[in-house]
Each structure stands twice: as C-alpha cells, then as structure tokens.
C-alpha cells in the first residue's frame, strides 16, 4: 500500500505532497520528530474538494506512473489520451519528480518492506521524455535505529544496483525512455525492486462509472474465463464464469452474498443473461472488493456516482470491508458526496484545494492537505460528529483560496 506520494512539475502540480515518505517514517521512528506532525495515507482514503482541485489529476498522475513503469515513458506520455510529455509539464526545462513511499508484504515470504521509489522524468531538447534519475530506498532497523539501505541509484541510466543478497554492482539502462524498475522488477533476484513491480502491476484505475461499459465486443474482450475485471468492467460475464469453473461454491456464496446487498436482485434466482450484457454497476463494484486475488490499491473517481442513496452506505460498508480483509490492500476514491465518508475517520479523508491567482509560469497552485491535521474537525469527530455532517457544515473547505508557503 501507499504511504506516501510527492509530485513536482507535473500537470497542475507545481509541488505537492500526500502523505508520509520514507525521511518522515525515519524520523519518527527514531524519535526525531512527533507523530502527530505527518499523517501516512491509511486503507481507505476518500480525497475531497471543489471542482478542478486537482482530484482527478491526482489519480491520473498515479496512473501515468503506472505506465511509465510498465511500458516506458514516452508510450506514457501519450498513453490514455495524455497529450505528450511537453504538454504534461508546468516548467517546460525542468523535470517531473515523483515519490511513492510503500508499505509492502512479500507475497511469498511474508516479509514486510518500507520502501520507496523516486523517478525523475527530464525533457529532451525536442520536448520528449528521458529518464534522467531513478532512486529505491528501504528503511532498514539496526541497533534500535532506523536506516537507509540504497537499492538503487542511478543517474542518466547509470549507477549502481543492489540485489537481494546484499552484494552491489554497476549497471546501466541503454534505453533512455525505460524505466530501471521495469527492467529489474521482473527478476526475482532482486527482491526489493520485484516487489514494488509487482506492487505498482496490481494497481488498478476503476472506469465502471465511464461511458462504453458493456461494449463487450468492441473492447475486444477475449472469450473465455478471465480472473480479474477489467477497468471498465465489460468483461463481467468472463469473471463470473472463470469463478463458477475454478471453485463453484465459493462462487454461489459470492454471488449470494452480493445480490443480498442489491434490492433489485434479492428475489431473483440466478444471473440472467441479461445483467451479465448490462450488470448492475453497484454488483461490479462489490465483485471487485470481493476479488479472491485483491489488487494492491484501487482507485476510484466518484463511486458514488448514479447509486442511490442507501446504495452508497451499501458501498462504502464494503469498501471498509475490503479493508480489513485486505490490510496490505487500500482503496483511494475521489467524491463530492457526504454519504460516503460519514464513518470515515479525520484521518481517511483528504482535502484538495486549488488556487487560481497564481502566476501563469507558475501554474496553478494546489494543496493537498489532511483533515486530520484539522484540530476543530478532530475535536469535532471525538464528540461523535460524522465526517459527512462536518464537511456539510462546510469546517472542511475553503472557499477557494488559501495561503500558499514558499
């Protein structure tokens, strides 16, 4: 899961930070500083704010990482849509920098890692996209300290590279635009790196609110079971049948269990044809929480789009549940809906704001802070005000404007 996530020059963010990263972790580790100081980003994260503040950059920035990472960042660059790296950046001469601080299990040997991965992307002279730096960092406790053990460190594709065993070499990436993490994070001689990888692989952007969702045929869905939904969800019918035939009965207690949360569903026998062509978004959801193999994190642009209002208690329930079933696993939603965050913690919600009157070379400023961080929503939360009446009574805005700290 995400603790942590720092991004510089980079869509509308000039310098933003969300969340913990791994100097923060140390240093409270060791006592430098007060936990209550840093807020790490938890299971469940719901990011709040006005129209473009910045929420639905924000997930698009994660997923350009993503793609940078599995293919390579020029493909990135123009990958979903996006229009070019040059287009991407505020200062047009500087690099894009990213953080991410990880808490991660080894999926085979149980061992947890805090971790974390820092890439830079340069602009060529033509305006394409270089990776001009590439870091990996894990904390590491000896003597009742915190330390950090570089993994990798290299600079214009050069540098140096640890593996699992501990024994360091030179290395060099002949390809400007690959990533060394992609390269390295399929081999598991290197442990650290194969599991921020396989990490990062398992993330997973939730389209099922976008237009298109039952053009089965002209997604080019493959026929046959498949193990996972896909992004928009097209693929129901494939998920469903690859369940029925790998383990039937965890199957009908799945499909029973879900249809007892949809009204429309509580007296119908079986799945008609019918739904699996045009299925139920609220049923796509909770299949997707319910995956026996859960992706790592899950981010979602407005859940609560279209459902009813009971049907939103519904899916937040369920997202709380995936939670604690999953607890290296985390869910990060954007919404304008109180509903939703009503149980949620100060802690679980975070606040977009953005503001307009900067400098035009400058772009526009954006802030991203917890509400958490807030004393009078704290205090307000601990005599058992709900999170969605706090934000209803408007203690979590801020009217479009802030004080921006150089």
């Known amino acids: 899961m995400i603790l942590g996530f720092e991004i510089t020059n980079f869509d509308v963010f000039d310098y933003d930070k969300f969340g913990m990263l791994i100097d923060d972790s140390a240093s409270i580790a060791n006592g430098d500083r007060h936990k209550e100081e840093v807020i790490r980003l938890r299971n469940l994260n719901a990011l709040i704010g006005r129209n473009n503040t910045g929420k639905t950059c924000f997930l ?27 287009n991407l950046i505020i200062r047009k001469d500087q690099e894009a920098n990213f953080k991410l601080f990880f808490r991660i299990r080894e999926r085979r040997s149980k061992e947890e890692y805090y971790i974390q991965y820092e890439l830079s992307i340069a602009p060529s002279r033509f305006g394409s996209p270089i990776v001009s730096r590439e870091k990996i960092v894990r904390s ?51 442990r650290e790196m194969s599991c921020i990888y396989n990490e990062i692989n398992r993330w997973f952007f939730c389209q099922f609110s976008s237009k298109g969702i039952n053009s089965y045929y002209s997604d080019g869905n493959a026929p046959g079971g498949h193990k996972h939904l896909s992004s928009t969800g097209s693929n129901i019918s494939n998920v469903l049948s690859y369940m029925k035939e790998t383990n039937e009965d965890e199957y009908n207690r799945t499909v029973k269990e879900i249809k007892a949360k949809i009204p429309s569903m509580r007296t119908k026998k079986n799945l008609s044809r019918e739904f699996e062509e045009s299925p139920d978004k609220l049923f796509l959801y909770l299949l997707l929480l319910r995956d026996p193999d859960p992706h790592s994190t899950i981010f979602i642009e407005t859940p609560d789009k279209d459902l009813y209002h009971d049907m939103v208690d519904v899916l937040a329930d369920e997202m709380r549940e995936f939670t604690l079933r999953n607890p290296y696993s985390q869910v990060i939603f954007s919404t304008h809906n109180p509903y939703i965050i009503e149980s949620m913690s100060p802690r679980e919600v975070w606040v977009f704001e953005r503001c307009f009157e900067s400098d035009e070379e400058d772009g526009d400023r954006v802030r991203i802070r917890c509400a958490g961080s807030d004393p009078v929503v704290d205090a307000l939360f601990r005599q058992g005000v709900g999170m969605g009446a706090i934000w209803y009574g408007g203690h979590l805005d801020n009217n479009g404007g802030f004080e921006y700290e150089e």
């Open 60 to 86: 698009k920035a994660l997923s350009f990482v993503k793609r940078c990472i599995m293919y390579d960042v020029a493909s990135a660059a123009t990958m979903d849509q996006r229009p070019g790296f040059s």
């Open 140 to 190: 590491v406790k000896q003597d009742g300290k915190i330390h950090m053990q570089t993994v990798l460190d290299l600079d214009n594709g050069s540098g140096s590279i640890t593996d699992s065993e501990g024994n360091t070499r030179q290395t060099s990436i002949p390809n400007e635009h690959m990533t060394a993490l992609g390269a390295y994070g399929k081999i598991g001689e290197y």
